[in-house]
């Protein structure tokens, strides 16, 4: 990446957190934690990575992207309004009556959402099923494809070298609770489906604490390979690394293939990665008001340096 590639996604990440924290404020409470920490990721999905067209979002040769911790929506609309899927105004309305972004995603709703989500674990599956069946596609339209032998295409897909449209699906670490989560795993992994990409939100935390407290995953990345997955870990305020990881993922050709992002709950605000529970921050008292206020503040002017 060029060093005018990486100011742009620097920027988008200052852009896409600023949004999402006057939004989830100016809503009164929302998903903070878990939306921070998934930022940088956005920003090297919708600045770089992704295949989308912003005035055609139901456009078929798009990258479908499924959010599956989908209480993070507000963080994944404000990466949509910042890449101009809508207009920023509609962030100002999130999960007011009649508005066009619930809290949790809504892909009927909402431009760009490709998977309704927020019952945990769902997306999982949705996203292995869009994955075999954009390989399918691809075999059929090679001519390769055999109506009556769903075996015999599944089989083909999987020795299919060439990366066409691609699925990437966000889990939660907590989300890893849903047994729906290693069933979907598995069907991936079986399938050798290396056009979805999974991103596992290591941020250490969930709802209700601290997720080694609550039902602990042990070793994600251990856990993921014994599935079958390529794996690597990087560190999820990493644009470069992100991008490099992504890069090395397509081009992996024989198996799954997933990346944990070692991320901060609440991340690149210090106030509220600090704050112990910060899953649904509410602004309510003059603390939070104020520490949001001047992470605005500062915000702005690391857009303005780099403007
Ligand atoms: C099936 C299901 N069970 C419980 C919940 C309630 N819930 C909402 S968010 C959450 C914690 C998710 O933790 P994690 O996936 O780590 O998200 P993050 O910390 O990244 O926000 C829970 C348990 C839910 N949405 N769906």
Not at 91 to 120: I, W, Y
Not at 246 to 259: P, Q, R
Request: aromatic share 8%; net charge negative; proline share 2%.
């Amino acid at each position: 990446m060029n060093e005018q590639e990486l100011k742009k996604l620097k920027l988008l990440s200052a852009n896409i957190r600023l949004d999402t924290l006057k939004c989830i404020k100016k809503c009164g409470y929302g998903h903070l934690g878990g939306s921070l920490s998934i930022v940088e990721l956005l920003s090297v999905l919708y600045g770089k990575q992704l295949r989308y067209d912003a005035k055609n979002p139901q456009w078929e040769g798009r990258d479908f992207v499924i959010l599956s911790k989908g209480h993070a929506g507000p963080g994944l609309y404000s990466a949509l309004a910042n890449v101009g899927f809508f207009s920023k105004d509609w962030l100002l309305t999130l999960n007011e009556g009649g508005t066009k972004l619930p809290s949790h995603l809504d892909r009927t709703k909402t431009p760009g959402v490709d998977m309704t989500a927020g019952s945990l674990g769902q997306g999982t599956s949705a996203a292995a099923g869009v994955a075999i069946g954009l390989k399918l596609k691809k075999a059929e339209i090679a001519g390769q494809a055999r109506n009556d032998d769903t075996e015999k295409i599944a089989g083909h897909a999987r020795n299919d070298d060439t990366i066409g449209q691609l699925v990437y699906v966000v889990v939660g670490d907590g989300e890893l609770n849903e047994g729906q989560c290693w069933e979907a795993f598995q069907f991936i992994a079986h399938n050798k489906l290396n056009n979805c990409i999974v991103f596992i939100d290591e941020n250490k935390k969930q709802l209700d604490g601290w997720t080694k407290d609550v039902i602990n995953p042990f070793d994600i990345e251990k856990k993921m390979q014994a599935f079958g997955f390529f794996t690597q870990k990087v560190k999820a305020n990493d644009e470069i690394a992100i991008d490099n990881a992504i890069e090395k993922c397509k081009s992996i050709k024989d198996s799954a293939v997933c990346i944990i992002l070692d991320s901060i709950k609440g991340q690149g605000i210090k106030y509220f990665e600090d704050m112990i529970d910060n899953h649904s921050v509410k602004f309510n008292t003059p603390e939070n008001l104020k520490a949001a206020d001047e992470a605005i503040e500062e915000l702005e002017s690391i857009i303005n340096r780099y403007n």
